[in-house]
């Protein structure tokens, strides 16, 4: 069974989310809607074809990120949360209540060095965007 299938999002802690939002816009033309940005990494013309989203660990005394302190939430795409979930707790991770809403299922644990991590099923069909 495949654990993580991908990245779903990254979210970023912000002292004023709307200020924020309109500087990525204005500087970055980064679309930001209700919710976000959403980001396509498939071709719709050719389903085949995938685009490529880099993750990547930096360590801790890294300064790449400075001047920012903050922190920062991935959210990794799964294809069967429960499995999943069965599994690391199997495997001695601590799992949060998980939740399901029309976006499909959710569920979040740490990391060894205190990191949050959610975990996302998308429904089989995923929502239309309004």
């Keep these: ?3 993580v299938t991908g990245i779903g999002g990254v979210f970023l802690k912000a002292r004023d989310p709307k200020a ?4 990525y816009a204005r500087h970055l033309g980064i679309p930001i809607g209700e919710h976000g940005a959403d980001f396509r990494w498939r071709d719709h013309g050719d389903p085949d074809i995938e ?5 990547s ?3 801790q005394e ?3 990120f400075d001047p920012s302190t903050a922190r920062v ?5 799964v294809e069967d949360l429960d499995a999943l ?3 690391l707790r199997k495997e001695g991770i601590t799992v ?3 939740q399901e809403e029309e976006y499909g299922k959710f569920a979040w644990i740490m990391d060894p060095e205190g990191n949050k991590i959610e975990l996302w099923e998308p429904p089989q069909k995923e929502p239309a965007k309004k």
């Design 57 to 59: 660990l930096f360590p």
């Design 73 to 77: 939430m991935i959210n990794y795409r």
């Design 85 to 87: 979930l069965d599994i």
């Design 51 to 55: 685009g490529t989203t880099v993750w």
């Design 62 to 64: 890294s300064k790449y």
């Design 20 to 23: 924020l939002n309109a500087w």
């Design 1 to 3: 069974m495949k654990r």
């Design 96 to 98: 949060f209540p998980k």
